[in-house]
């Protein structure tokens, strides 16, 4: 059997280093909220090649001291804490002492800092955890450190990270998160030579939300301050109109540390119960004041995560002040609907609507011989009864017109059988008659109606059908845009510009060739925006923000990287997007035709999400409910 041994130094090192760095953003974060504990109030961050070959951040905070500068890259060495009474009452970002160390095994890393006495600077560069020289330098107050060839000697960790552009993103969501963490401090952000984010530094934290995800996304925030029992809630959310498909807009801070809560989390979609549509989640930018004693941030080896010692307090303290910041923003915007009451009073005159139009139509009629000039109204009346039913019977803002088009395209087949005579035309009407497998019904559906203005009730051999018309609907279109997605692309006439976190705006190019492929077409605007140039044809006149917001969250919470996940992803956001909705209005003859094309058709059966599509309730089951058989 093996011999047990003691590692060496540098074995060591490495092991320890995978607790804390796994990618450039992990070296990101542990190096800025360093800066952060330093008192800098401004921080600068430039990446090249994602992080990989290059990291620096520079900061004006209080320096290392140069007999210190050495220690610091030891493990556990941190100015922090000191004894173990101290992690009961974590007031820094940092604490463990580990960052340094642990970056200095995997990279080849220089230190340039200075302190507000020294006169001189002090340099320090140590590659795989070995001092390699310590030299004077001149420098202002504060520190640099250039981190470059991460993983240079570790190819094992290299295979496991990401293409430069997937870990550049991530490295910008955690700039954003600190930034957002601490609005008093300025953060610069340059990728690859280009800035992509500069935020005031005044903790003006509204200033700081709309440089870093964006001026639309501040429009629809309402601000949030409450305290209760010692513990202040305080920050912005946004209003029920600007719900997001998923979490991805909640961002929580905990004594100014970004962290992932689940007691915050389910409070602040508690409070906004009954104001939110089923499947919208709230947005939020939350910052949760507790003493320190109360809360243990030394349970994940990111710091990502925290345990309170009594969550109840915390669930109620978030509630209450986001439920009082929704109560308070309610009230005002009531004030627009007054044009309502003006609009209803002139309907008391109509009691009897059918009879008035009547009166309206005699009138008209008399008054149409006296009166030539204005023809307009004569051929109205006519035109309705020979062409124009099918133009007056079908709503051509119907979300279901996307259904009807192709059965309407078998409209012009009766000219083709005039032509008969010639044997090839006598081929041509059988190839459209084949495609239409309508004829083959074996008997005729009948509507019975819809209930709740969403289900489709329906007879059919002896039994009756439930049919729900968005999941039906959305299965059709689903099918549709798989077999002619590119193919239909509506070119906009202007270009739509669309503001994204960071995350999403990073996700969406990454996929921009899977949006292409399924009728989007998309390209850089600069910031966080993209520009739009195309949807596909049955989103055309549907929420393209909102769709594309849908679309990088299903992405980045799926971390889908096989392209047709991708694209089967993107193809059930917009066809959820462009289906009928529960509770939309349809016409008789658009309920039966859908009705028909889902029992007529054995692959409509569920909807994307796996959802049943219809079920069935046959003679004997309702017989039997009703006691006629047992």
């Known amino acids: 059997m093996a011999r047990i041994h003691v590692l060496d130094k540098h074995t060591a090192e490495l092991i320890a280093a995978g607790e804390v760095v796994e990618r450039p953003a992990s070296v990101v974060k542990e190096l800025v909220e360093n800066a952060i504990d330093a008192g800098a109030s401004s921080v600068t961050v430039e990446i090249k090649n994602g992080g990989i070959t290059y990291i620096g951040i520079t900061d004006n905070g209080c320096g290392f001291a140069r007999e210190d500068v050495p220690t610091a890259f030891l493990r556990h060495a941190t100015s922090k804490i000191r004894r173990e009474e101290d992690l009961d009452s974590i007031a820094t970002l940092g604490f463990r002492g580990e960052a ?91 990728r690859e030579g280009r800035d992509e984010l500069l935020t005031p530094g005044n903790n003006d934290l509204y200033a700081t939300i709309g440089s870093v995800l964006g001026r639309e996304f501040v429009k629809v925030l309402t601000p949030v301050e409450y305290t209760l029992g010692g513990i202040r809630v305080h920050g912005y959310i946004c209003r029920p109109e600007g719900a997001r498909a998923n979490r991805t807009m ?17 409070a602040i979609e508690q409070a906004y119960k009954g104001s939110l549509m089923a499947g ?69 005159e109509y009691v009897s609507p059918t009879p008035a139009r009547e009166i309206a139509r005699r009138t008209v009629m008399q008054d149409k011989p006296a009166v030539t000039p204005p023809p307009k109204p004569v051929p109205m009346p006519a035109k309705p009864i020979r062409t124009g039913t099918p133009s007056v019977l079908r709503d051509t803002t119907s979300p279901l017109d996307i259904v009807f088009e192709k059965p309407k395209a078998a409209v012009p087949t009766p000219p083709a059988k005039t032509v008969q005579p010639a044997v090839p035309q006598t081929e041509e009407p059988t190839v459209p008659v084949q495609q239409t497998i309508e004829p083959e019904k074996p008997e005729p559906i009948r509507l019975l109606g819809e209930a709740l203005h969403t289900y489709i009730l329906v007879e059919w051999r002896g039994s009756v059908y439930f049919i729900d018309k968005h999941a039906a609907h959305e299965r059709i279109l689903y099918n549709e845009l798989k077999q002619t997605a590119h193919q239909d692309s509506q070119l906009l006439l202007a270009p739509l510009s669309v503001s994204l976190s960071r995350e999403e705006y990073g996700v969406l190019m990454e996929a921009a060739a899977s949006l292409a492929e399924a009728g989007f077409e998309v390209e850089e605007f600069g910031g966080n925006t993209l520009l739009v140039r195309a949807v596909p044809m049955m989103l055309s006149g549907g929420n393209v923000a909102e769709s594309l917001r849908e679309i990088a969250g299903g992405l980045l919470s799926g971390r889908r990287e096989i392209t047709t996940e991708r694209l089967d992803w993107i193809y059930h956001s917009v066809a959820c997007r462009a289906a009928v909705k529960a509770g939309d209005g349809s016409t008789p003859q658009e309920l039966l035709k859908l009705a028909e094309r889902v029992l007529y058709n054995d692959d409509i059966r569920t909807c994307p999400h796996g959802r049943p599509v219809c079920f069935e309730l046959t003679a004997k089951e309702i017989e039997k409910q009703f006691g006629r058989i047992v």
Not at 168 to 187: I, Q
Not at 282 to 302: F, G, S
């Open 100 to 190: 340094l160390a642990s970056i200095a095994a995997v990279a080849r890393v220089e230190l340039i800092t200075r302190t507000e006495e020294e006169l001189a600077g002090t340099r320090y560069v140590i590659e795989g955890g070995e001092e390699v020289e310590l030299t004077d330098v001149g420098c202002p107050r504060g520190s640099t450190i250039c981190v470059r060839d991460l993983f240079y000697n570790v190819p094992a960790r290299m295979k496991f990270l990401k293409k430069d552009v997937g870990e550049a993103n991530a490295v910008a969501g955690v700039v954003d998160r600190l930034a957002l963490s601490h609005p008093e401090v300025s953060f610069r952000f340059i």
């Open 250 to 266: 909640q961002h929580f801070f905990i004594n100014g540390r970004y962290v992932k809560t689940r007691t915050a989390m389910a």
């Open 280 to 348: 919208k989640f709230p947005a939020c930018v939350l910052y949760i004041d507790l003493p320190p004693e109360t809360v243990d941030a030394n349970v994940h080896p990111a710091k990502i995560e925290v345990r309170f010692v009594n969550e109840k307090p915390v669930f109620d303290a978030v509630y209450h002040g986001v439920r009082s910041a929704l109560d308070g923003e309610s009230a005002p915007r009531q004030a627009t609907l007054p044009t309502v009451p003006a609009v209803a009073t002139a309907k008391p």
